[in-house]
């Protein structure tokens, strides 16, 4: 079962572009088994790095990572652990920043660690590979920034969250416990516009969770922490968000990602209801 978050997708249209090449090869006729003797599957480099993956990291101190690649060239990469037999994985920090793809590579020069304090620079790069039977896309890669090393490997996952599906505001609406370890919780209160409160003992911060343009299954994410009674009040974190399947029961999961506007810290929060 892929690994989920706590603190402390082939997309349809992929999918169908590479039915489409199947059959137009098919119906040609005679021997096109793309090359390989045997009837052995073929892999070709991804249209795009675009969707959600989910893995494990081969050395160092963390073993799992998930990562959400939009369609502008951004990425989201978590990183952490997961106990063995657990569904449940650990965030340990997140990496975010944008790059280029070409031809099944994605390269990023522009990245930052939010899991360092302070935080990090860094780099990411990655090679994305389309398997032409099964319709998935596998992904290895690096990442590294200062003392963070991780690398990668993985495919994306549309058993748990259906990236590629428009983004449904009524999957936000109602309460969210908020975990934050050491026995510390959150209550995270979504309305059917997609605003939000989110209550911490006493402190009070305010934002919203509105579908991207894109069409696809994430949320545009603006959180303002409150005043007096917050350790940093006021400050404004933009980022994503996105509901998932945690696999226990009808449990789902809801993943915020942000970073403040110097890009100077950042934080994720993970809901179950």
């Not at 994605?106 to 990245?111: I, K, L, W």
């Not at 990668?152 to 449904?168: E, H, K, V």
């Not at 894109?214 to 005043?227: A, D, E, I, W």
């Given at each position: 079962?892929?690994?989920?978050?706590?603190?402390?997708?082939?997309?349809?249209?992929?999918?169908l572009?590479?039915?489409?090449?199947?059959?137009?090869a098919?119906?040609?006729?005679?021997?096109?088994?793309?090359?390989?003797?045997?009837?052995?599957?073929?892999?070709?480099?991804?249209?795009?790095?675009?969707?959600?993956?989910?893995?494990?990291?081969?050395?160092?101190?963390?073993?799992?990572?998930?990562?959400?690649?939009?369609?502008?060239?951004?990425?989201?990469?978590?990183?952490?652990?997961?106990?063995?037999?657990?569904?449940?994985?650990?965030?340990s920090?997140?990496?975010?920043g944008?790059?280029?793809?070409?031809?099944?590579?994605?390269t990023?020069?522009?990245?930052?660690?939010?899991?360092?304090?302070?935080?990090?620079?860094?780099?990411?790069?990655?090679?994305?590979?389309?398997?032409?039977?099964?319709?998935?896309?596998?992904?290895?890669?690096?990442a590294?920034?200062?003392?963070?090393?991780?690398s990668m490997?993985?495919?994306?996952?549309?058993?748990?969250?259906?990236?590629?599906?428009?983004?449904?505001?009524?999957?936000?609406?109602?309460?969210?416990?908020?975990?934050?370890?050491?026995?510390?919780?959150?209550?995270?209160?979504?309305?059917?516009?997609?605003?939000?409160?989110?209550?911490?003992?006493?402190?009070?911060?305010?934002?919203?969770?509105?579908?991207?343009?894109?069409?696809?299954?994430?949320?545009?994410?603006?959180?303002?922490?409150?005043?007096?009674?917050?350790?940093?009040?006021?400050?404004t974190?933009?980022?994503?968000?996105?509901?998932?399947?945690?696999?226990?029961g009808?449990?789902?999961?809801?993943?915020?990602?942000?970073?403040?506007?110097?890009?100077?810290?950042?934080?994720?929060?993970?809901?179950?209801?």
């Amino acid at each position: 079962m892929p690994a989920h978050p706590t603190p402390g997708p082939a997309c349809a249209i992929r999918w169908l572009l590479t039915l489409a090449v199947t059959l137009a090869a098919a119906a040609c006729g005679g021997g096109g088994d793309d090359g390989n003797s045997g009837g052995a599957s073929a892999e070709r480099a991804a249209t795009s790095a675009e969707g959600y993956y989910v893995g494990t990291v081969s050395a160092g101190a963390f073993n799992q990572f998930e990562l959400l690649a939009l369609e502008n060239n951004e990425f989201w990469l978590l990183y952490g652990n997961r106990a063995p037999g657990s569904s449940r994985f650990t965030v340990s920090g997140f990496m975010q920043g944008t790059g280029t793809y070409s031809a099944g590579t994605f390269t990023s020069t522009a990245m930052r660690n939010y899991g360092a304090s302070p935080v990090t620079t860094g780099t990411f790069g990655a090679t994305f590979r389309t398997n032409t039977s099964s319709f998935t896309t596998s992904l290895t890669g690096t990442a590294s920034a200062a003392t963070v090393s991780l690398s990668m490997t993985g495919a994306d996952n549309i058993s748990n969250y259906l990236y590629g599906l428009p983004a449904s505001p009524s999957a936000l609406a109602g309460t969210w416990t908020i975990s934050l370890g050491a026995g510390q919780s959150a209550t995270l209160v979504v309305n059917p516009a997609g605003a939000f409160t989110l209550t911490l003992q006493g402190c009070v911060s305010t934002g919203s969770m509105l579908p991207r343009a894109s069409g696809k299954n994430v949320f545009n994410l603006t959180l303002t922490t409150g005043t007096a009674t917050c350790a940093s009040p006021g400050v404004t974190y933009t980022g994503v968000a996105y509901v998932s399947s945690i696999g226990l029961g009808n449990a789902n999961q809801l993943t915020l990602l942000a970073r403040n506007t110097a890009q100077t810290a950042g934080l994720v929060l993970v809901g179950d209801r």
